[in-house]
């Protein structure tokens, strides 16, 4: 038996709900994309699964995977390959991109099953074939109209040291955030380089997630960004929070975990003296409350513009930069914060990005849900140089701390 399925990002965010019958150009373009967005990634197995399952489960009936045998399996596979698109498989193999389906036709399928052998490690590579298969292969049209109940994705266990269990699940570790890259980047732009220190000003409130001040405040921050050390720190003029001691300069630090299977992932926000902190990244047991587990700030890959959706060429006018931009949206996501929005000018370089909404509102763009918040790219600030590790160091503080702030 041979189960070689390669599922790159078998659901990730808008590319799982956004598809069509005979597919769209939005399908086409995204089938392009081979990279995840940050924002939407997970630092554990369980928080894929979770993030996976909830998508899923706003467009179709679902049911547990290991609540299946190998037969009901295969049938779901047999009633959904009449409506799969072929032109999206042909990118796929144009493209030497492991979503390509493993086989052409549903005999080869066929004549595959066969050769099986029941085993848990069987059906849950089956599961996570039909969620690629699902989220990559129908259309927008195809997936609104597909009829039949879907196989939740199971959670991931590295510790099985079998070959055709991890190949299976590539989705997995396709989605995770982890120091030193995924490998996707060229780190030319619109890729970020491998690290970069940059100055910006930003709008709103911050802590966007934990009560922070006035939406229509602006502030200065300072930002250094690392792929090769997996982390990232915001330092934030004016931040207000839900504990009287933030009130005032803040930072917030994100550490990658090392590797896409661990959930060695922290982050944390505190003073500018870092004599009071508290932990921004939910537990592994979630700790989202009644509502289900709390959102994860993590490290953006800098690819992440690769999953917006390109709309257009237009004028812009910030407070560092005028002229012609690119914009991008990311948007329809079930996820806390709905809308993202990134411009570059012409040559890819970062202008703008913000979130809660489709563009600045100071500029007649509408909101979302929640706090719109945003910052403009200082350019002349841009510094590629290699960053010391001792920036991404944990204060004292930190290291002690039992005081959680993660996003509810």
């Excluded at 990118?91 to 848990?120: C, H, K, P, V």
């Excluded at 009829?147 to 989705?171: H, R």
């Excluded at 590797?259 to 047991?285: F, H, K, M, R, V």
Aim: include cysteine.
């Amino acid at each position: 038996m041979k189960l070689a399925l390669a599922i790159i990002g078998c659901a990730a965010g808008q590319d799982v709900f956004l598809a069509s019958h005979g597919a769209s150009n939005s399908d086409l373009a995204r089938a392009h994309l081979r990279t995840q967005p940050g924002r939407l990634a997970g630092k554990s197995a369980e928080e894929i699964a979770a993030k996976l399952n909830s998508h899923m489960q706003k467009a179709v009936m679902t049911r547990s995977c290991d609540s299946h045998d190998l037969e009901e399996l295969n049938d779901v596979v047999r009633g959904m390959f009449d409506q799969l698109s072929e032109e999206l498989q042909q990118i796929y193999m144009d493209n030497g991109d492991s979503r390509a389906r493993r086989f052409a036709t549903l005999a080869e399928f066929e004549r595959s099953w066969l050769e099986e052998e029941d085993s848990m490690t069987l059906r849950h590579a089956k599961c996570f074939e039909i969620a690629e298969m699902w989220a990559h292969h129908l259309s927008e049209a195809g997936k609104k109209s597909f009829g039949k109940v879907l196989p939740t994705v199971p959670i991931f266990n590295a510790s099985i040291n079998d070959e055709l269990y991890t190949s299976s699940a590539t989705c997995q570790t396709g989605h995770a955030m982890i120091k030193g890259g995924d490998g996707t980047s060229s780190h030319q732009w619109p890729d970020w380089p491998e690290e970069m220190h940059y100055k910006a000003k930003a709008h709103g409130a911050y802590p966007f997630w934990w009560g922070g001040g006035s939406d229509s405040g602006t502030a200065d921050m300072e930002v250094w960004w690392s792929e090769t050390q997996g982390a990232e720190k915001f330092a934030h003029s004016a931040c207000t929070g839900q504990s009287s001691w933030l009130n005032g300069p803040c930072t917030h630090l994100m550490i990658a975990p090392t590797t896409a299977s661990s959930n060695d992932g922290t982050a944390y926000l505190y003073t500018a003296d870092e004599s009071q902190c508290c932990i921004s990244q939910p537990s592994a047991s979630g700790g989202g409350g009644s509502f289900g587990p709390a959102e994860t700030l993590s490290v953006p890959q800098g690819t992440f513009w690769n999953t917006f959706q390109y709309v257009d060429t237009r004028s812009f006018k910030g407070v560092h930069y005028q002229g012609q931009v690119k914009y991008y949206t990311l948007t329809g996501l079930n996820e806390p914060v709905t809308e993202f929005w990134y411009f570059t000018d012409l040559d890819g370089k970062p202008v703008q990005q913000g979130e809660a909404g489709v563009g600045p509102t100071d500029q007649g763009y509408p909101t979302s849900i929640g706090h719109t918040i945003w910052h403009d790219y200082d350019q002349s600030t841009f510094n590629f140089s290699a960053i010391d590790q001792s920036v991404f160091a944990v204060p004292a503080a930190c290291k002690t701390t039992t005081t959680q702030c993660n996003f509810p």
